[in-house]
């Protein structure tokens, strides 16, 4: 992040209470080839507050200061030793990944010192910002006056669309910023899973080497419903680096577990998971890639287990010619494109539900021109075709459930059987598929006419009074029902 802002022409300061840490920013700064001398100059590192501060001009104000700190008491125990040094006028942009009650609690105290306190989700890493010199995707909560303030400074540091338009929006007031981040997470860890089930089948199931798997990755990535997306390009660079003195793939020395939810370093698609289920949005394709990362953590429990099952749970290599390779191939294409998409709908509907539910008035629209450029979750076609959705709405209206737009569900109508066929390819390969098997189950139960949540229903009413509608009384709204049966007296 400092080196975006030097080489746009600021004066850096640099403070962290950790030496170590600091010393590491420094030396990553120092080798980065993409700023010159001049502006490492331009960048002062402090391990001392007073004199980090006094560097910002004593008793010069407003100052902008931005945390780049992790989620829980950082920024609290920031705050406590800053406190006395800071001065009516300043702006703090809070730029981690921080749980959206936190970041609100911390508007409130700072404003009585008459600071503006800014939630900023930031949909890039420093590394990315840094190789790729492409910018940060930045989403804005707060105060709109102070956000107004520092947003001509932010767009200079903004990664830019195809247009020229700077990827950096306000979301609303308090919260918003950090919470439209919660749910980008979420959607990254949707996707994530969707294209580790992916490699599964091309590397385990088609028995692909690695190579060819990055190739594949890379031809859908230059052009079609998958091109310019991030994470199918990280993906196909991930499948080639080799040791250096032997012949094997690094990939494959890297342990199959993920310990970032376990560990709670990670707390972004925890919330996103559980506030799906707080504000009754449908996440499968989410949530089930997320509780298959939690189940990956503990890999020794998993090996009792796996030797317990003797085999049954471990995908299988098949034999299959070329041309019913190519078949699956690309089923498989538009099988990871349609749970892209399932996974940006129930990330934007959830934003929609906390959007109505807080008052903050979220423009989907806005969150799109964040997430296009400079993101991690970047996918040219599927942002279009967001694009031409809310297009058809005025900047006023807010889309509330995203599957019953057009443009939506003809996308999932035109992949939805390619999607079946490549669930039922990885369960007669014992492929792990959970994300894209939900997201197969998502789309048959969102449109389902007849659910056997009848049969639910009615089983609620005899354990509890739970009442019923009846299904000649229309399409059925989310309310109790008016009926009740008295279900024991006829058993």
């Not at 979301?171 to 990254?188: F, N, S």
């Not at 310019?228 to 660079?237: A, H, V």
């Not at 949530?287 to 890999?299: E, G, L």
């Not at 035109?414 to 007669?428: E, G, H, I, M, Y």
Request: charged fraction near 20%; charge should be negative; hydrophobic fraction near 40%.
């Amino acid at each position: 992040m400092a080196i975006l802002f030097a080489k746009v022409g600021y004066t850096i300061s640099l403070w962290d209470i950790s030496k170590p840490s600091l010393d590491s920013s420094q030396s990553h700064i120092n080798s980065s080839k993409h700023i010159s001398s001049s502006q490492k100059n331009e960048i002062k590192y402090f391990d001392d507050l007073v004199d980090f501060m006094f560097s910002l001009g004593q008793g010069s104000h407003p100052r902008l200061f931005i945390f780049s700190l992790p989620h829980g008491s950082a920024a609290d125990d920031a705050l406590q030793k800053m406190h006395n040094l800071l001065g009516r006028g300043d702006v703090i942009i809070d730029s981690g990944n921080e749980w959206y009650l936190a970041t609100e609690r911390r508007m409130k105290y700072m404003s009585l010192m008459g600071i503006s306190y800014i939630g900023m989700g930031v949909g890039s890493t420093v590394s990315t910002a840094d190789k790729d010199c492409e910018g940060m995707s930045m989403m804005l909560g707060g105060d709109p006056d102070a956000v107004k303030r520092v947003l001509p400074t932010l767009e200079k540091v903004a990664a830019k669309d195809d247009r020229g338009v700077p990827c950096v929006r306000f979301m609303g007031p308090r919260g918003a910023g950090h919470y439209v981040k919660m749910a980008h997470d979420g959607v990254q860890q949707g996707m994530m899973g969707v294209l580790n089930e992916a490699w599964e089948m091309m590397f385990k199931s088609l028995h692909m080497p690695l190579e060819e798997v990055s190739q594949v990755f890379d031809s859908w990535v230059k052009t079609g419903k998958l091109r310019n997306n991030y994470l199918l390009y990280t993906g196909s660079q991930i499948c080639l680096p080799k040791q250096k003195d032997s012949n094997f793939h690094i990939l494959n020395e890297v342990q199959d577990k993920v310990t970032q939810d376990a560990t709670g370093s990670d707390g972004t698609g925890t919330w996103s998971v559980s506030e799906a289920s707080n504000r009754q949005i449908s996440f499968p394709t989410i949530a089930s890639a997320h509780f298959y990362r939690v189940a990956s953590a503990d890999r020794a429990q998993r090996l009792i287990f796996a030797e317990a099952m003797d085999g049954l749970t471990q995908a299988k290599k098949q034999r299959l010619t070329p041309t019913e390779k190519q078949e699956v191939l690309k089923d498989l294409h538009d099988a990871i494109y349609v749970g892209f998409v399932a996974a940006y709908v129930q990330g934007l509907n959830l934003i929609a539900k906390a959007s109505k539910d807080e008052g903050w008035n979220i423009h989907l629209s806005d969150v799109i021109q964040v997430w296009k450029k400079g993101a991690v979750i970047r996918s040219d076609h599927i942002t279009s075709l967001l694009e031409r959705t809310f297009a058809a709405h005025p900047k006023h209206e807010n889309v509330i459930n995203l599957l019953l737009e057009e443009p939506i569900f003809n996308e999932i109508a035109d992949t939805f059987l390619p999607l079946k066929r490549t669930v039922q390819r990885a369960l007669q390969w014992d492929g792990h598929f959970p994300a894209m098997s939900a997201t197969l189950e998502y789309f048959k139960y969102c449109g389902g006419k007849h659910l056997p949540t009848q049969f639910m229903e009615a089983q609620l009413d005899y354990l509890g009074n739970a009442n019923y509608d009846l299904k000649c009384e229309g399409a059925g709204e989310v309310r109790k029902g008016a009926h009740h049966y008295e279900w024991k007296a006829q058993a």
